[in-house]
């Protein structure tokens, strides 16, 4: 990639759909918390820590990252991790952030739904005042546990209604498809909530099928294996369901081996309205600017891919009409600024 493509996906106006806010918890910062609540680690050091990020699928992850998510305790510590992914987010020319946060992984340790959810929008807030970046919260539930238990997720959510605007479905796919949870996104939709789910991330595109027709979701998270059902995938086309892509992720929990592997590039060409998020910054070697430099690198995509990218996260957002119109009218000013000289063109 050269230069001015590199500064050009850095720069650029952008939306992130798809970021874990428990996975943007740097290594520094769990010492911090650690210390601040008291809570014993399994790592001695930072350092150590990090070595430990070394993962072979999915659930050699999610068991780090739930470890990881352990010293959060009181509001205070949601809001600081949540206003240090706004600040990074905002250093990357992030407009606006969709973020999901789990709660299953807070309240089943005896951390108040409440306390959770409150932190976190007071540090939206914040930062929207102080840096003009705007964000939402999306509540996941995790798909390894009962529907039984979502629901009881969901009542205890609802007084904070106003908080969140959608649901999601994340944690271990394999074994645990979307119609386990059809009752529950059944009553989601009801509330008028926006729906998403984790789907053929490494779960087959059985998955992806039953996302969109049992639980009726808007936005497929990851979505990287609807390649291998043609049906499927020209769905999805038509349709226009975005997939929210977390190539850096992808990577490390081996969907592929290396970027060059990455499909990313045959999906934009079957015409899928892609999107590039971060996923687990903390966890998987970057934040967004990151995930799009190493896609940009391994991958021969031009300048008209990074303007589509860049529209695509904002018109696959939850955003109003309105809010839409201003974003995506600040992407096509700067793409018409930084021109299409023949040195920004692979
Ligand atoms: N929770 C956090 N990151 C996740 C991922 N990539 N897949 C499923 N659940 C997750
Ligand atoms: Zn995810």
């Known amino acids: 990639m050269n230069t001015t493509l590199r500064e050009i996906v850095q720069a650029m106006p952008k939306a992130e759909l798809h970021i874990h806010i428990e996975g943007s918890l740097e290594p520094e910062l769990i010492f911090e918390l650690a210390g601040r609540n008291r809570v014993d680690l399994p790592y001695k050091s930072v350092e150590e820590l990090r070595r430990a990020y070394a993962f072979t699928d999915l659930q050699s992850f999610l068991d780090i990252y739930y470890a990881g998510a352990s010293v959060l305790l009181t509001e205070q510590d949601f809001y600081d991790m949540t206003r240090a992914y706004l600040e990074r987010a905002k250093a990357d020319n992030v407009l606006h952030a969709e973020i999901f946060f789990d709660p299953q992984t807070h309240t089943a340790r005896g951390v108040e739904f409440g306390t959770v959810i409150t932190g976190m929008h007071r540090a939206?807030?914040?930062?929207?005042?102080?840096?003009?970046?705007?964000?939402?919260?999306?509540?996941?539930?995790?798909?390894?546990?009962?529907?039984?238990?979502?629901?009881?997720?969901?009542?205890?959510?609802?007084?904070?209604?106003?908080?969140?605007?959608?649901?999601?479905?994340?944690?271990?796919?394999?074994?645990?498809?979307?119609?386990?949870?059809?009752?529950?996104?059944?009553?989601?939709?009801?509330?008028?909530?926006?729906?998403?789910?984790?789907?053929?991330?490494?779960?087959?595109?059985?998955?992806?099928?039953?996302?969109?027709?049992?639980?009726?979701?808007?936005?497929?998270?990851?979505?990287?294996?609807?390649?291998?059902?043609?049906?499927?995938?020209?769905?999805?086309?038509?349709?226009?369901?975005?997939?929210?892509?977390?190539?850096?992720s992808n990577i490390k929990l081996r969907v592929f081996d290396q970027m060059h592997d990455h499909n990313l590039l045959t999906l934009l060409d079957a015409g899928i309205a892609v999107t590039i998020n971060s996923d687990d910054p903390a966890y998987f070697g970057g934040y967004i600017n990151d995930n799009f430099i190493a896609t940009f690198e391994a991958l021969p995509l031009t300048v008209d891919h990074a303007r589509q990218l860049a529209r695509n996260s904002i018109s696959a957002s939850f955003l109003a009409p309105r809010a839409k119109e201003k974003y995506l009218g600040e992407i096509d000013a700067f793409f018409a600024n930084c021109g299409t000289a023949p040195a920004v063109a692979q």
Do not use: M, N
């Open 124 to 248: 939206l807030r914040d930062a929207h005042a102080q840096w003009g970046i705007s964000a939402s919260l999306i509540l996941c539930f995790l798909r390894h546990l009962s529907e039984e238990e979502a629901f009881e997720t969901l009542e205890q959510a609802l007084p904070y209604r106003d908080k969140f605007i959608g649901v999601g479905l994340d944690s271990s796919e394999r074994g645990h498809p979307p119609e386990k949870f059809a009752r529950v996104f059944a009553r989601c939709k009801e509330l008028g909530l926006h729906l998403v789910a984790h789907a053929g991330e490494e779960g087959p595109p059985a998955y992806i099928t039953t996302a969109l027709d049992v639980l009726h979701v808007e936005r497929i998270d990851h979505g990287v294996r609807c390649l291998e059902d043609r049906g499927l995938t020209e769905r999805l086309a038509r349709q226009q369901t975005a997939l929210t892509v977390c190539p850096l």
